[in-house]
C-alpha cells in the first residue's frame, strides 16, 4: 500500500491576512472561510493550502490521497504499524508523524489540474529546441500561475527516521538523498513526480 499524492498542506500563521497577500502575490486563489484561510490553484477544484491562525508561524499538516475506498485498510496498516490515530480537523484518518506533524489519509481522488498553455511548456532540453527566438526574461515580471502542488518539503531534525516512517508507513519510495550525516532525503508515490515530499536537515521540524 502507499499513498498516491499530496492533496494539501497547513500552517498556522500570526496574520492570516500577510498569509493572503503572500500567496495571492504566488498565484494562488485565496478564499476566507472565517476560522481559516484555503488556496487553490487556478483551474483546480481542490485546497492546496489551507492557513490557521496561531502564535508562530509553523508547518502544520500534510494531507495525502489514498485509493477511494481504502481507508478501512489504511486504518488496520496504521494500527498494525503502531501509529495511533488522533481527532482531526476533517475527514479521513488523522495521526503524527515522528516528528509531531499531522499527516492527513483521504480516500478521495486527485484532481485535474488545468492543463499547460503552450509558452509554459516550451523547453529547450538535448536535440529538443520548443522555444526558439524567445526571451523569457521578457516576461519574468508577469504574475505566477501555479497549476497544482506537486510536493512539500518539512524541516526534521531526524530526516533518517522519518524517512523510514514515510517509507514504512505510508509507502514512499526514495528518488533521491543529499549523504553526509543524511542531509535530505527525496520520496516519490510511484511513475510521476520525481518526488512529493523531501526532508531536509535542521536542528527543528518545520
Not at 490557521?52 to 496498516?77: C, I, M, N, Q
Not at 530526516?159 to 509507502?171: I, N, P, R, S
Not at 528518488?175 to 535530505?184: E, F, K, N, T, Y
Request: glycine share 10%; hydrophobic share 35%.
Amino acid at each position: 500500500m502507499r499513498v498516491i499524492g499530496i492533496r494539501n498542506y497547513g500552517m498556522t500563521v500570526p496574520d492570516l491576512k500577510e498569509g493572503i497577500d503572500y500567496f495571492t502575490t504566488f498565484g494562488l486563489e485565496m478564499t476566507d472561510q472565517g476560522d481559516r484561510v484555503v488556496g487553490r490553484c487556478v483551474g483546480r477544484d481542490m485546497d492546496q493550502v489551507i492557513l490557521v491562525k496561531g502564535k508562530e508561524k509553523r508547518y502544520r499538516h500534510t494531507s495525502f490521497a489514498v485509493e477511494p475506498g481504502s481507508l478501512p485498510d489504511w486504518e488496520t496498516r496504521l494500527k498494525e504499524k503502531g501509529v495511533e490515530l488522533v481527532e482531526g480537523e476533517g475527514p479521513g484518518l488523522w495521526f503524527h508523524d515522528p516528528e509531531q506533524r499531522l499527516v492527513n489519509l483521504m480516500d478521495e481522488p486527485l484532481a485535474p489540474w488545468r492543463p499547460a498553455e503552450e509558452k509554459e511548456s516550451q523547453y529547450n532540453l538535448g536535440d529538443s529546441v520548443d522555444r526558439v527566438d524567445v526571451a523569457l526574461w521578457h516576461t519574468a515580471t508577469e504574475p505566477a500561475l501555479p497549476r497544482r502542488l506537486s510536493h512539500v518539503l518539512c524541516f526534521s531534525a531526524d530526516v533518517k527516521g522519518c524517512e523510514q516512517f514515510y517509507t514504512d508507513v505510508l509507502g514512499l519510495r526514495v528518488s533521491d538523498r543529499l549523504v553526509g550525516h543524511v542531509l535530505a532525503s527525496f520520496m516519490n508515490s510511484g511513475p510521476g513526480d520525481h518526488y512529493i515530499m523531501a526532508l531536509i536537515k535542521s536542528t527543528h521540524p518545520g
